[in-house]
């Protein structure tokens, strides 16, 4: 990771007081990289309960963005609601299996079945207020927040139980942002062709097989993350990565685009809001986990 | 089938500028945070200043209203805004110096997230400023909190007060609720940087309309001399009170 940055930075360097290229944005990008990086790495090598703590904290502000975004913010019910959730998954990733074959550190079957607990919960809101006008729209914000941004991202949060916990982190928050980093740099290069002109107009299918073709190189390279992973395995750590990472990229494109708006947020220069940066990782994540989980346990 | 989206305005600003706009678009985030520090400062009022008030009888009830008091320290906000009931605190505007509290993050943090501050320009934009807290008085249950010496005083003597109080009230029917907290002075005088443990004491007067009044500069002039005379009353009767230590 620290030679990748170097390089980045390197190479940036070299466009900018080189070649006295206009690469401001890019510059605010990679800047940006230089604070995120260490902090995410920090957080995962300081433990279990601060990872998922960390991890817990990220998807609820992403769900902020999200309830922003949309307009969900203004009803404290529904966004209360999913706060809530976010902090089931926080406590079912922390506590101890209580009963049941397969005892260890974090509650798998409550993490698993919490989508169903949170949609009972967040119907249930119109009921208790006795309100009817614009409900419908704002139990589906909620459970898409729920269940698409909080749930699905919130599988990094329990992965820390792994048995393997550092490798699969590291390896899939890597893999991921380097595979978008691979479909901008690929797409500016040689992009052509759109992949899908009216989600994402930027994005190219240059791009997106460049950056496949990176993540399914990648496991191999860093085969040390998972040194149990066999070929298959290998092989759909690419797949996953590769193709998950573009789906989660093109479905918050998705959202946004439905909106109106370019960016999730401005919390982060040079990348929007927190959201924008963690989009793949939403779709990735439980794939990852179950493709883990299938093959080895998860604990 | 068309949804209704309505973003917030300030989706594409950064943090720093998100505190800064005013009205702010909060979530239900940043009321937890606001109820639990104001919780914190509650306990650490009434713990390390003995921290009392009388006179909420006098607030009203409904409607916006404008609490004037003196101004001595940091305490003054934290002290009028603990006079109000907690769910009530998110509608509690105090004007704060926008040369002084809307600069540095840490200090933009403490004034939108815990304060819930209006932005007031004391140097020019004065104007704004008012309309700005005109614009906050229009809808009910809103409320004002304003300190017309413009600044903490230096000596613990009651400043004067400035016109600005009079062009909001004079020939509106928004009551005027005039405060006088003491000892904040003698706890945390401007300079210092930690508060010493003093006893504070917040008497709330009897609301103020000035509606017979034909808003100016005259009548505005008269209004502020009115609610410094106000507060000024208030401040004796707490000398006066014998179980208040000097």
């Known amino acids: 990771m620290v030679a990748v940055l170097a390089v980045a930075g390197l190479v940036l360097s070299f466009l900018r007081w080189g070649l006295k290229k206009e690469i401001a944005s890019i510059w605010a990008t990679y800047k940006s990289w230089l604070i995120m990086a260490p902090l995410v ?52 990733s922390l506590i101890h299996q209580p009963q049941g074959a397969e005892p260890g550190d974090g509650w798998y079957g409550l993490f698993i079945v919490l989508p169903v607990y949170a949609v009972a919960l967040i119907v249930l809101i119109p009921i208790v207020r006795n309100q009817v006008r614009g409900q419908l729209q704002s139990i589906a914000l909620a459970i898409v927040g729920f269940i698409y941004i909080d749930w699905m991202f919130g599988h990094l949060a329990f992965l820390a139980n792994a048995n393997n916990a550092y490798g699969y982190l590291l390896y899939v928050i890597f893999a991921t942002e380097l595979n978008d980093v691979a479909a901008f740099t690929f797409g500016k290069l040689f992009g052509k062709h759109p992949l899908r002109s009216n989600i994402s107009p930027k994005k190219t299918w240059e791009g997106a097989i460049g950056a496949l073709a990176v993540s399914m190189a990648l496991p191999w390279a860093m085969r040390f993350s998972f040194p149990q992973f066999g070929t298959t395995q290998l092989l759909l750590t690419g797949l996953i990565v590769g193709i998950g990472g573009q789906l989660g990229d093109l479905s918050i494109s998705i959202i946004k685009r439905d909106i109106g708006i370019k960016d999730m947020g401005a919390g982060i220069p040079g990348h929007g809001g927190i959201l924008d940066r963690v989009d793949s990782l939403v779709y990735v994540a439980p794939l990852f986990f179950h493709m883990a989980g299938y093959f080895y346990g998860l604990r | 089938m068309t949804w209704n989206y309505e973003p917030a305005g300030d989706l594409d600003k950064s943090l720093a500028e998100r505190l800064r706009h005013f009205p702010r678009e909060p979530d239900i985030s940043v009321y937890a945070a606001r109820s639990l520090v104001a919780l914190t400062i509650r306990c650490w009022l009434r713990l390390y200043h003995r921290f009392e008030v009388s006179g909420v009888e006098h607030l009203p009830l409904e409607g916006s209203f404008i609490m004037v008091a003196n101004h001595a320290s940091h305490l003054d906000t934290l002290c009028i805004l603990s006079a109000r009931p907690l769910r009530k605190l998110h509608r509690a505007f105090p004007a704060a110096a926008q040369d002084y509290f809307f600069v540095s993050v840490p200090r933009l943090a403490v004034a939108a997230i815990v304060v819930n501050a209006l932005p007031f320009g004391r140097h020019g934009h004065i104007r704004n400023s008012l309309e700005a807290c005109r614009h906050l008085l229009e809808s009910a249950g809103n409320i004002l909190i304003l300190f017309p010496e413009g600044t903490r005083t230096r000596t613990g003597e009651i400043g004067e007060f400035k016109s600005g109080i009079g062009l909001l009230a004079a020939g509106t029917e928004i009551p005027v609720v005039p405060c006088h907290l003491a000892g904040a002075f003698e706890a945390w005088p401007k300079g210092k940087k930690f508060p ?28 502020s001399e009115d609610l410094r005379s106000a507060v000024v009353a208030l401040s004796e009767i707490t000398g006066l009170n014998s179980n208040f230590p000097s």
């Open chain 2, 196 to 223: 010493r443990p003093r006893r504070l004491r917040l008497r709330i007067g009897a609301p103020r309309k000035y509606a017979s009044l034909s808003p100016g500069k005259e009548s505005s002039g008269r209004v």
């Open chain 1, 41 to 92: 790495f920090g957080f995962v090598f300081a433990g279990r309960a601060p990872v998922i703590i960390f991890f817990c904290l990220i998807a609820s502000f992403g769900f902020k963005e999200f309830a922003r975004a949309t307009g969900l913010y203004r009803d404290w019910w529904m966004t209360g609601a999913v706060y809530l959730g976010i902090i089931a998954i926080a406590v079912a």
